[in-house]
């Protein structure tokens, strides 16, 4: 089974330039994830998908940053103007949605995408 | 609101001795926890998982962590490490939710992470 792909891998920008990044989840995932994971700490959670509805994002910066899930499967997450402070790792995860408790809905996740904006 | 506490940044061994790498969570409700370990130069993978049950769970690599309740604690162990564990491990909590009628864990709040280091 393919796993969560994301691209690109890396990334420079210059501050106030703007960047996406894509994310294939899992086939037959209906649940995805946004991560910004910044030097030295955990990652944090930015959005949260539910086929192609957005079921949490309220720590997403929405001055600035964006996403999006047209159909239910691939997602894109967009910055624009890029500061510095953005410069992080964006992990995609995906899980399948099962109805009822017990379901085993792990979350896998993509190698990430490590953004450097100077 | 969920808030995780990994209380060591950095954890240095020796091969064949055992480790502790210690979490502590806070949380206004029930909440499922995880153990994550990182690679260098690889993606996120599930270590281990408290869902329900017995309170002592169990990777296929010989890790091992106890949830406490009463301490909320999440403690990872090893009786004895080799040099292939080395890699940031990540603790992290997940409400129990029901989401339109289903479950999915994957809305996790993580700690800062402790790297692991294993000396021959």
């Known amino acids: 089974e393919a796993g969560v792909a994301q691209s690109p891998r890396y990334k420079i920008i210059e501050k106030r330039q703007s960047v996406a990044f894509w994310c294939n989840p899992i086939?037959?995932?209906?649940?995805l994830y946004w991560y910004q994971q910044i030097l030295g700490q955990g990652p944090k959670l930015l959005i949260q998908?539910?086929?192609?509805?957005?079921?949490?994002d309220s720590q997403l910066p929405k001055d600035r940053f964006s996403a999006e899930r047209l159909k239910g499967v691939d997602s894109t997450l967009k910055i624009q103007p890029a500061k510095l402070e953005d410069s992080a790792v964006y992990l995609c995860?995906?899980?399948?949605?099962?109805?009822?408790?017990?379901?085993?809905?792990?979350?896998?996740f993509g190698q990430g995408t490590r953004l450097t904006v100077v | 609101a969920q808030s995780v506490t990994q209380l060591d940044s950095q954890v240095p061994v020796f091969e064949e001795a055992p480790v502790e790498l210690r979490c502590n969570y806070s949380?206004?409700?029930?909440?499922?926890l995880f153990w994550y370990v990182q690679y260098p130069n690889q993606g996120l993978q599930l270590l281990l998982k408290y869902l329900s049950g017995s309170t002592l769970v169990e990777s296929i690599n010989g890790f091992e962590a106890e949830f406490n309740k009463s301490q909320t604690s999440f403690h990872l162990r090893k009786p004895s490490v080799h040099i292939s564990d080395t890699a940031e491990y990540f603790c992290?909590?997940?409400?129990?939710?029901?989401?339109?009628?289903?479950?999915?864990?994957?809305?996790?709040?993580f700690g800062q992470g402790t790297i692991l280091t294993v000396h021959p």
């Open positions: 998908f539910q086929n192609n509805g957005v079921v949490d």
């Open positions: 949380s206004s409700v029930s909440v499922y």
């Open positions: 992290a909590v997940s409400p129990i939710q029901n989401n339109a009628g289903g479950t999915s864990y994957g809305k996790l709040t």
């Open positions: 995860a995906s899980s399948p949605f099962r109805p009822g408790r017990g379901g085993n809905t792990e979350a896998f």
């Open positions: 086939s037959g995932h209906a649940t």
